[in-house]
């Protein structure tokens, strides 16, 4: 049994059912202001910026294994059980960070708790949303996953202020606080779609009809069976590698090479989210008009550009500048990869194989801050030296998309696939 309500479908109240998504997603994406409490866990406790790191390395390292079993669970109408038990776990986990007296409890609640409940609030909000905008899905989903990543806009300065007020602790329980309040009353007003919801007065266009019935998808294993997968795979880890690394350091980033102050590195952090928030509009919007893999393109020889000036630069005016295009690029990938994996492998079993693919976010999730932090300590403070290894990366990333461009593409072109020409 679902747990949609019983409503008729043209009378359902889809937009309290977005902004009741929104405040959920805005506590969950909060996960991009980490760096502003990366130095004052490690100051509080005396741990080294590397082992507090690990912290979130965890959590995004985590996500894929909820995601995949969170997929399963929407797609059985049960989005808001998933959205109220993501929300809440989220928040939860987040409280009791602020009780770690140690390595292993930092891990279990920031990293294993709240690292494993957020999927499920992501995948609830998202899958729902999905369904209950099908006459503005472009503009539905752009709000949803925008303020997702525009979330430490707000919080990176709240954490700071808080921290100086009281202390690193304290600001993560009056936080962790704050998210479950709002996770369990927006949780309390959503409501799963209606399977095939149809707004009032909106007649799916024949093309839309034509393609749901004849929908078809790959199923994981068949997936994973094709070279594009790996390719694409590939793109996934390398787009997000950069960003993440910045995420999760941009404050330490600032105050040891920049000679920032912590405030003014907290306000970084929020540029940085606000960057990533607008990427997955405007990004959006480029590859509408030349393509998702052009755009993965010239995305990746945005971030080689900036990675090489953060490496070679000690204005805090060009640190500014880099961290924007970085969280541009960091959200216009974000943006690009979940249309990429629809295109490529059907909407039957997107839940399941988005999941999957999200394994390549996780692993630049698991190299890419700790890469920084480890070169970063060694080197007094200078993350120059990680710096030059994403921007490599980048480099394999624009040859990988141009494999599956001139070998995949061109494949499947001869076949007369959508995805090609979507390309």
């Known amino acids: 049994m679902s747990d949609t309500e019983t409503v008729q479908s043209h009378d359902f109240p889809r937009w309290q059912i977005m902004i009741a998504a929104m405040f959920v997603m805005v506590c969950t994406g909060s996960i991009y202001a980490f760096s502003v409490l990366e130095g004052p866990l490690a ?27 969170a997929g399963k ?24 960070t602020g009780f770690s007296t140690n390595l292993p409890m930092l891990y279990l609640t920031y990293g294993v708790i709240s690292g494993l409940a957020s999927p499920f609030a992501y995948s609830g909000c998202l899958g729902n949303i999905t369904r209950l905008f099908p006459d503005k899905r472009g ?18 300065p709240l954490l700071s202020a808080l921290i100086q007020q009281f202390n690193v602790l304290v600001a993560i329980r009056i936080v962790g606080f704050i998210f479950i309040v709002i996770c369990l009353l927006a ?27 004849n929908s078809e998808g790959l199923p994981w294993y068949k997936m994973l069976g094709t070279f594009r997968f790996y390719l694409i795979f590939i793109m996934f880890a390398i787009g997000t590698l950069s960003g993440l690394m910045i ?36 990004w959006g919007a480029v590859s509408d008009r030349i393509g998702r893999y052009y755009s993965l393109i010239a995305i990746f020889a945005v971030l080689g550009i900036m990675l090489f000036l953060l490496a070679n630069t000690a204005s805090p005016i060009l640190l500014l ?52 932090v480890s070169i970063a300590a060694q080197n ?34 001869k076949n007369g696939s959508s995805t090609a020409k979507s390309a």
């Open 43 to 69: 100051a509080i406790h005396g741990w080294s910026a590397e082992q507090v790191v690990l912290a979130f390395t965890i959590n995004l390292a985590v996500a894929p294994i909820s995601m995949i079993i």
């Open 247 to 282: 995420a999760s350091n941009v404050a330490q980033i600032g105050e040891s090479m920049f000679a920032l102050s912590a405030t003014v590195a907290a306000f970084y952090v929020s540029f940085y989210s606000l960057s990533n928030c607008l990427g997955r509009v405007v």
């Open 380 to 413: 007094h403070g200078n993350f120059a030296g990680a710096f030059y290894i994403a921007m490599f990366c980048s480099l394999i990333g624009i040859a990988a998309t141009i494999v599956y461009l001139l070998i995949v593409r061109n494949k499947l072109s």
């Open 73 to 96: 669970i929407v797609d059985k109408n049960h989005a808001k059980l998933c959205v109220l038990i993501g929300g809440i776990g989220y928040g939860a986990g987040y409280f009791l």
């Open 139 to 156: 503009l539905a989903m752009g709000l949803i996953t925008a303020v997702n990543g525009g979330s430490a806009i707000i919080f990176a």
């Open 187 to 213: 949780g309390l007003l959503m409501k799963t779609a209606p399977v095939d919801y149809t707004p009032r007065g909106w007649t799916p266009p024949a093309a839309v009809k034509k393609n749901a019935e």
């Open 321 to 372: 500048i880099a961290v924007i295009f970085i969280g541009l690029c960091f959200g216009g990938t974000m943006g690009i990869m979940p249309t990429i994996v629809t295109e490529n492998f059907g909407v039957k079993f997107y839940g399941v194989n988005y999941g999957i693919t999200f394994i390549g976010y996780a692993v630049a999730a698991f190299f890419g801050p700790r890469l920084a």
